[in-house]
């Protein structure tokens, strides 16, 4: 066989351009290239790729010479044409999304079924909102249906909003529906509420032991219906 002692170097290439040694000083083993412009490939069958690492850039991850994932300047890449899985075992916390960067901040997951990276249309923030307090703030759900342009959805195109104190809030003009035909409707246009039942031949009912309908402060009764 062939020996390198620690900290002696395997060179191979008319321009040295593989690199093989052990680092004593640390205890890491090296396989590297040696100049710009040289890249890396692992194969685990000759001809098929399983790692390929690029000078100053990306590195690729394979199953069966098929690229799953690769580094980019600003994450990563994942690449499938089935479902994609993060498995873990019972009780494991499978993915963190974190904001890194201190104070109230930001963090989330886009949505697309567009090629184009920047064209994401859906997404789900969570957006702190208690001055600083990192475990608390509001979950956002976001939608942009400007079909065709160039803009990545952002937390202004809110359509639910969970918030930290367990109120579920929909902005004027958005609405609850229920129904295969989106028969009942809640929603607030602005200015007024609007509960209603576009069904043709479909009641409204409403069942308790007693109903009352107050004025705004709770403290009169407008109408109030016993059994």
């Given amino acids: 066989g062939f020996w390198c002692k620690d900290d002696d170097v395997y060179r191979c290439g008319d321009g040295t351009d593989l690199l093989i040694h052990h680092k004593s000083s640390n205890g890491w083993n090296y396989i590297q ?8 490939a692992i194969q685990a069958k000759s001809g098929e790729n399983s790692i390929t690492c690029y000078t100053d850039g990306r590195t690729e991850l394979y199953y069966d010479h098929s690229k799953k994932l690769e580094t980019t300047s600003g994450g990563i890449t994942v ?4 479902t994609s899985k993060i498995e873990g075992t019972s009780n494991a916390n ?3 999304l974190r904001n890194t960067t201190g104070g109230n901040g930001t963090v989330g997951m886009l949505f697309s079924t567009n090629a184009t990276a920047g064209r994401e249309k859906a997404g789900i923030f969570h957006v702190e909102t ?5 475990y608390k703030g509001d979950f956002l759900f976001c939608l942009d249906n400007n079909a065709g342009d160039a803009v990545q959805v952002g937390v ?13 809030k929909i902005n004027d ?6 129904g295969t035909g989106d028969d009942l409707e809640i929603y607030h246009d602005g200015s007024d509420t609007w509960f ?13 032991h007693q109903w009352r309908l107050q ?6 009764n407008m109408i109030l219906a016993n059994q």
């Avoid at 690449?79 to 089935?82: A, E, F, V």
């Avoid at 202004?156 to 579920?168: D, F, N, P, T, Y």
């Fill in 33 to 40: 290239g040696s100049a710009s412009g040289v890249n890396l």
């Fill in 196 to 208: 209603k039942n576009s069904h043709a031949s479909g009641q409204t009912i409403h069942s308790a």
């Fill in 173 to 178: 003009g958005g609405k609850f529906v229920a």
């Fill in 156 to 168: 202004a195109e809110e359509r639910l909003r969970i918030k930290q104190s367990g109120e579920v």
């Fill in 215 to 220: 004025n705004v402060a709770n403290n009169e």
């Fill in 79 to 82: 690449t499938s044409t089935g």
């Fill in 94 to 96: 499978l993915l963190s």
């Fill in 130 to 134: 208690n001055n600083g307090a990192h």
